[in-house]
């Protein structure tokens, strides 16, 4: 049984270092001659039409999340940067324009109420049912 010791843990620990190190020394991430030749190598390895939609998807997502992390922290009305709002004991509801903000909900509070055509969905809104089907008492 071989004992462990400070200088043979060191010496695995610079075989493997050392074994990664020369295992990636003639690596090149972008391959000289062949079909990849020329001034636009990079795009010929690293672009396909495929996958626009993808890059497309996560920029839409990029900027709903920003937009949202944005207005949570400029316009929540628990959060406060100002030193007067943080010196009041109780700070909900002073400033306007931050309740305002808060209470916007990215314009998405009255989505649902009214009626979205984008082809091939259909959203009525619940009211317009409600109008469409009512039965008038008399």
């Not at 937009?67 to 030193?83: D, L, P, V």
């Amino acid at each position: 049984m071989v004992a462990v010791t400070p200088s043979l843990v060191r010496c695995l620990f610079l075989s493997v270092w050392q074994g990664w190190e020369d295992a990636v020394a003639n690596w090149q991430e972008i391959p000289k001659g062949g079909i990849n030749r020329g001034p636009n190598a990079v795009r010929k390895i690293w672009y396909n039409p495929a996958i626009v939609p993808l890059w497309g998807a996560i920029g839409l997502a990029s900027v709903v999340c920003g937009g949202f992390i944005i207005k949570y922290f400029a316009g929540h009305t628990e959060i406060s940067w100002s030193k007067t709002m943080r010196a009041t004991y109780d700070h909900q509801g002073l400033s306007e324009s931050r309740v305002a903000s808060h209470n916007s909900h990215f314009g998405m509070r009255d989505l649902n109420k009214r009626d979205v055509n984008l082809f091939p969905f259909k959203f009525t809104a619940m009211d317009n049912i409600i109008k469409k089907h009512k039965v008038e008492v008399e």
